[in-house]
């Protein structure tokens, strides 16, 4: 037989696109419309549906940048459309592509109660099935004006990205506001066609179902009259009937398809957006729901649950239902998706805790499932605490993004830190945004690496990042693909019946341990400096808030303010969202953030003067409270007493224009370039700077990613470097050494401080560069093959070399507190008090290998916001030679938590300690359940065992070993206020402590 396959796909794509697709609607009439543009910020709805609106006509443009515009439709169904099917179809410019991205609406009736969502892929309302004939239709359009940002000129800069600087031209053209019948064959032929055409691409051209495929697609379009398609559809869906019902192969791969839309909490749109796109979204979802008795949603993130609670009652009553019905599905158990790199330990914590706390309190469900699809790499340390919240199994399709290496596994058990296996599942289908296309799961089969030993993967299934969720389509085609020969087997499935399935079916999956590294968009640990500060600095009140709130409540009675606690987390969780931290979000959200953090800093202050003022009394003397973990100048940690004196420093000159800095235990010399040149420690004996080079050098570089400005730094960036080594300025102010430099359109000053066993630098950049990374080295004389960074709750380490091609695409990398490198007996740590990136390196030369260490501070990318990092910056590092991996934890506390000082009578006694410096407390806080008692956590922070005794320091009646949610894990034991515990390698333990 002659092979005519192209002529026959090409038949196909032409026909559906030109008539058959055209005749789902045959006829159509206008509606009227009026409208009414809200000025400013939007409006509740009761105000936008009374509002006095003006006739508006299909063809003239409307939506400023960011505006809302109230549109009211009004028509009558025509008497001879009786008996049919009629919908509204409401086009308000939409582009094609791009659902999310762009201007959408959500539809109402008069009384208020929300219909549905409109975007590009979802533009039409059902008006009655069958009509009448003569109903009068009046609908009402809450549309969004939200400007394109990432347009099909990818990445280009532009002003739209705060409703500040947009402008207000108007963006879209009202496209169609029509009444349409709706011929269902015909639409049920389109996706008859649809599927079975995009199988047949997937299939092998020597097969023998891909040309039954193609010739029952072919005796289709010929029973197809291309002037009667509507007449004709159901013989053509007569001739695909035989080929649709032939069942799938018993190995057939099979796809729990979970609904769904990933909402990005803030991203090309402010948090204010979000709440609307969320309202749209779920109002779509609880329709299609209504239609399709087989369509299960799944909704992640409780911020976004509870912005629809909060401003959307009429939206939340149709969620609540169809919770209820076990058919809309809380999704995983955070509070919002978030960074997993950034967040410190106890803030990564609370997102379980109050996204668990959400969804147990509102609908009694409590899920072992963590869904992150689009988080930027995964830190060790989370597993742990995966499991602590009372989870256990973990989804995310991200790491698919990796630019170097292909993952071996799609479903394995991740191990962390302290050895916590999580069963771990990577959807093949490598997104969040499947549409059900043939294409996405002959890949999702194809893909999947655990064929042979496992048959199932997830797909969540609707359009995300700015929502709109599942389609009828897309649940029209996973019905057709649910048995069919040829493709993976489909069903909608929640995410809990796809993991027991996958379980079950794979008893000894394979193992991976240590970070889930994505390679790519690691410049997310630097843009937007003052964000990161804001997320750390607000982490660091949080603690000392907690604590010296508790310690007021406990010792002097101060009422515990925990409605400010608790909403105060939830503003710093929201904003760990993984395109707030990472630094990722328009200038809006970022300018929104920075005035946030400052909020949220006053607030923690109050709180934490206030409880430290009760607890000192009235007193002539001086107390310093110390929030740290660790005890320091003499204070005990959590508790407050008169400082000792640190020891003394003196400064000298050097006689070729640099400065000595001495104290009993380092000695540092800096140069007339104010560079440190030698860092030498006094009690081992021992030079930290390696030979020849210099430390506190900062370095600049081009920096001009392929793609995805603020997110990426490409491995190239390296090829250029310059020293910044010309000074204006460099002389000793008081103990300090004061360096000034300039650079292009920019002026750093820096501080360098002997204190104790550390050099202190404290940096301020007036910042005006563009399309530049800008670097402190710190070129250490240690020979390391790898180094520890800090991560939650213990640290993990990264290979200084490039051996393999993992190895090498981790060139910049993720740190809390510290970075840490050693040689046995010996090693240096830099602490920080808000940077993230950084990058380590070896160097080999006549002296033998050296290692480099250099902080990432700054970058200049000009997408999505034109103007980030702008201005002025304040960083705090030091430099710790001779530390321990233990010093280094320490360290990395002090610098983050300034002792406090306060007029005060008597010393304040700790609530707890412990004996112990390897045990670190993280949280002394009394219990979110309002009982009083207090909630110790701790974990091991060295990597080794730990036997302690934890003391209290108030009448404990009983402890009772609790999980991050504060739930009992374990019997109570009556103790007095000695807690001897023996801790694991990083293990993490929370403790109820029962006050007598
Ligand atoms: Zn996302």
Redesign the pocket.
């Known amino acids: 037989m002659h092979d005519d396959r192209n002529l026959v796909e090409a038949r196909l794509k032409r026909v559906l696109n030109e008539r058959i697709r055209p005749a789902i609607y045959p006829e159509s009439v206008p509606l009227e419309v009026a409208v009414w543009h809200a000025p400013g910020e939007p409006v509740p709805v009761a105000e936008g549906l009374a509002a006095e609106s003006e006739p508006i006509a299909v063809g003239q443009a409307w939506g400023a940048p960011w505006g809302t515009s109230w549109f009211t439709v009004t028509g009558t169904v025509p008497a001879e459309w009786s008996g049919r099917i009629v919908e509204a179809i409401l086009d308000l410019g939409f582009d094609a592509d791009k659902p999310g991205f762009q201007c959408e609406g959500l539809v109402y009736r008069p009384d208020g109660t929300p219909v549905k969502g409109l975007n590009p892929r979802n533009q039409w309302v059902r008006i009655g099935d069958p009509a009448e004939g003569g109903e009068e239709v009046r609908l009402h359009v809450e549309a969004a004006s939200n400007p394109i940002i990432l347009g099909h000129n990818e990445f280009r800069p532009t002003a739209m990205g705060d409703k500040e600087t947009a402008g207000a031209d108007p963006l879209y053209v009202l496209t169609r506001m029509d009444l349409a019948v709706f011929d269902k064959t015909v639409w049920e032929l389109v996706m008859d066609l649809e599927v079975l055409g995009e199988l047949m691409l997937e299939l092998p051209v020597d097969g023998t179902r891909r040309w039954e495929l193609l010739r029952a697609v072919e005796r289709a379009l010929d029973a197809i009259d291309l002037q009667d398609v509507g007449g004709t559809a159901a013989a053509a869906r007569a001739e695909l009937a035989g080929v649709l019902a032939s069942p799938a192969v018993p190995s057939a791969h099979r796809i729990s398809a979970v609904g769904h839309a990933?909402?990005?909490s803030a991203?090309l749109w402010p948090l204010r957006e979000t709440v609307r796109k969320v309202a749209r979204t779920t109002s779509n979802m609880t329709a299609l729901l209504e239609d399709e008795p087989d369509f299960v949603f799944a909704m992640s993130q409780a911020q976004q649950w509870a912005w629809v609670k909060e401003h959307r009652p009429e939206v939340w009553a149709k969620v609540t239902k169809a919770v209820a019905a076990g058919r809309f599905v809380p999704a995983g158990g955070m509070w919002v998706?978030s960074d997993t790199n950034m967040p410190g330990s106890e803030a990564m914590a609370r997102q379980f805790v109050h996204g668990k706390r959400f969804f147990i309190d509102e609908f009694g469900v409590d899920n072992e499932e963590v869904w992150l699809?689009?988080?930027f790499g995964f830190a060790a340390g989370l597993p742990q605490i995966i499991k602590a919240a009372g989870s256990k199994r973990l989804l995310t399709q991200k790491i698919s993004w990796s630019q170097t290496n292909t993952f071996p596994h799609h479903t394995f058990l991740w191990e962390g830190i302290d050895g916590t296996r999580i069963f771990t599942h990577f959807p093949p289908v490598d997104t969040?945004n499947c549409s059900m296309q043939g294409r996405e799961l002959a890949h999702a089969a194809r893909n999947f690496k655990d064929k042979g030993v496992a048959r199932h993967s997830l797909a969540p299934t609707g359009w995300?990042?700015g929502g709109g969720g599942t389609t009828r389509e897309m649940v029209a085609k996973a019905a057709r693909a649910r048995d069919l020969e040829g493709s993976p087997m489909v069903t909608w499935e929640t995410p809990a019946e796809f993991f027991a399935k996958a379980e079950a079916e794979y008893p000894q999956p394979p193992v991976w341990v240590g970070e889930l590294y994505l390679e790519l968009h690691r410049a997310t640990l630097t843009s937007q400096a003052k964000t990161k500060q804001g997320n750390r600095r607000s982490e660091s009140l949080l603690r000392d808030a907690e604590l010296w709130a508790a310690t007021a409540a406990v010792r002097a009675g101060v009422p515990y303010p925990y409605e400010r606690l608790d909403r105060i987390w939830k503003t710093v969780l929201l904003h760990q969202f993984?395109?707030i931290l990472p630094g990722s979000s328009i200038a809006w959200v970022h300018r929104e953030a920075r005035r946030t953090y400052e909020l949220v800093a006053g607030e923690l202050n109050e709180i934490i003067d206030g409880a430290q003022r009760a607890l000192a009394g009235d007193g002539p003397g001086e107390l310093t409270f110390n929030g740290a973990p660790h005890a320091r100048h003499g204070v005990p940690a959590g508790g407050a007493a008169p400082a000792a004196q640190a020891a003394p420093t003196v400064a000298r000159a050097r006689e070729d224009g640099g400065f000595v800095l001495e104290n009993d235990l380092l000695r540092v010399e800096i140069d007339g370039r104010g560079l440190v040149v030698s860092a030498f420690d006094l009690r081992a004996g021992r030079e930290t700077v390696a030979p020849g080079r210099a430390a506190n050098l900062l370095q600049l570089h081009q920096d001009f990613p392929n793609k995805w400005d603020a997110w990426d730094v490409d491995e190239f960036y390296r090829h250029t470097v310059t020293d910044l080594t010309e000074t204006e300025d460099v002389r000793l102010d008081g103990n300090s050494v004061v360096v000034r430099r300039s650079f292009g359109a920019s002026a750093v000053t820096q501080r360098l401080t002997l204190t104790g066993g550390r050099l202190e630098i404290g940096t301020e950049v007036d910042w005006h560069e563009t399309e530049k990374f800008l670097k402190l080295a710190f070129p250490l004389d240690v020979r390391a093959d790898r180094y520890a960074s800090e991560s939650q709750y213990g640290h993990s380490f990264r290979a200084t070399h490039t051996n393999t091609s993992w190895e090498a695409a981790k060139f910049e990398a993720c740190n809390h507190r510290f970075v840490h490198v050693e040689e046995p007996g010996w090693g240096v740590a830099v602490v920080n008090d808000s940077t993230y990136g950084h990058d380590v390196t070896r160097e080999v030369d006549e002296h033998g290998t050296t290692t480099t260490l250099r902080v990432s501070l700054l970058r200049a990318p000009r997408f999505p916001d034109p103007e980030t990092d702008q201005g002025v910056h304040r960083f705090r590092h030091a430099l710790v030679p001779g530390a321990a991996i233990g010093d280094a934890v320490r360290e990395g506390y002090f610098i983050n938590l300034p002792e406090r000082r306060v007029p005060g009578a008597a010393p304040v006694e700790p609530l707890v300690t412990v004996d112990d410096d390897a045990v670190v407390v993280t949280a002394v806080k009394l219990a979110d359940d309002e009982s009083g008692d207090v909630i110790v956590r701790f974990h091991e922070s060295r990597g080794g065992r730990a036997k302690a005794i934890l003391r209290t320091g108030f009448p404990v009646a009983e402890v009772v070993p609790a999980d991050l949610l504060e739930r009992p894990t374990g019997e109570p034991q009556r103790q007095g206020g000695e807690i001897p515990v023996t801790l694991r390698p990083f293990e993490l333990v929370t403790l109820r402590l029962k006050r007598a």
């Open positions: 990933h909402i990005d991203w998706e699809p689009d988080t969040y995300g990042d993984h395109d």
